[in-house]
């Protein structure tokens, strides 16, 4: 039988930017173990049943299916989270927004909207930093408020909350101090869209009309309407969207708006507030 270390250094996953962390990701999902296992055992031998687990594993990662997917969890802040083929799998770059949201909001109660939730990644994140906000997270996707609401109970957040709505359109008239979405933003024709993880993902939650902008436009446009007088909106878009994504705050009627940069140096969202009535 092979060993741990003998079945690691013989993978070959040529198109992975991060082939080690694959394998190991999936070998310790095969043995039902940590990662930290596989460093502390390396010379442990592999069950026939384990090697044979992490050999179809590792052919569907060959096939370009995403980790997240074939393990069918993902890291997200300081949450690991139930992915689904129907939602996009939750990255680090997004974190910039629930690092922005805390800071904007520091302390005391409030109401936060979390559109386009997908996993719920955002809103439990919110939800696990500040107890005494309510975080509500919609989706277009019954399935995937199912499973949002799926993580929110096994982190056991009840300030979390999911349902159904197309954007907007099953909240009447509520108004939140905080709204938050990580939209899609990626243009029609993108060739982006053909490689790597983006391949297996919903083209739904990727892609918004000829130049990535359809569904931010909408959400700049109406979420005056639910937003409590002053009220942030927070926006995740394109590394070459921040200025158009600026101006269509500015001409709305936002104040103060700016867009921060992610860990690689790009423009990743963009914020503006809502002024006093």
């Known amino acids: 039988m092979a060993t741990i270390e003998s079945l690691l250094n013989s993978i070959a996953l040529p198109d992975s930017p991060t082939p080690r962390l694959d394998a190991e990701l999936l070998l310790a999902h095969a043995l039902g173990k940590p990662r930290s296992y596989l460093r502390t055992w390396a010379d442990r031998e592999v069950e026939p049943a384990a090697a044979e687990a992490f050999a179809a594993n590792l052919a569907r990662r060959r ?25 996009l799998i939750p990255r680090p770059d997004t974190e910039l927004l629930v690092e922005t949201s805390l800071a904007l909001l520091p302390g005391g109660p409030a109401r936060v909207l979390d559109l386009g939730t997908g996993t719920g990644a955002i809103a439990l994140a919110l939800a696990s930093e500040r107890p005494a906000w309510q975080v509500t997270g919609v989706d277009r996707v019954d ?20 349902r159904a709505s197309h954007w907007f359109s099953a909240l009447a008239s509520e108004r939140y101090g905080l709204i938050v979405s990580n939209p899609p933003y990626i243009a029609s024709d993108d060739h982006h869209l053909g490689e790597g993880d983006v391949r297996f993902e919903p083209s739904s939650a990727l892609v918004s009309g000829a130049d990535g902008l359809d569904d931010i436009r909408l959400i700049i446009d109406q979420a005056p309407a639910y937003l409590a007088s002053p009220g942030w909106l927070l926006l995740e878009h ?6 158009s994504v600026r101006e269509l705050l500015s001409r709305r009627g936002f104040v103060e708006v700016h867009s921060r940069r992610d860990l690689a140096d790009h423009e990743r969202i963009s914020l503006g507030r809502w002024p006093h009535e």
Do not use: C, K
């Open 238 to 243: 394109g590394f070459d969207q921040a200025e």
């Open 143 to 162: 399935e995937a408020v199912a499973l949002a609401e799926g993580n929110r109970a096994r982190l056991g957040l009840a300030n979390a909350s999911f």
């Open 63 to 87: 096939n370009g299916e995403p980790v997240a997917y074939i393990l069918g969890r993902q890291g997200f802040w300081s949450l690991d989270l139930d992915v689904a083929p129907h939602t």
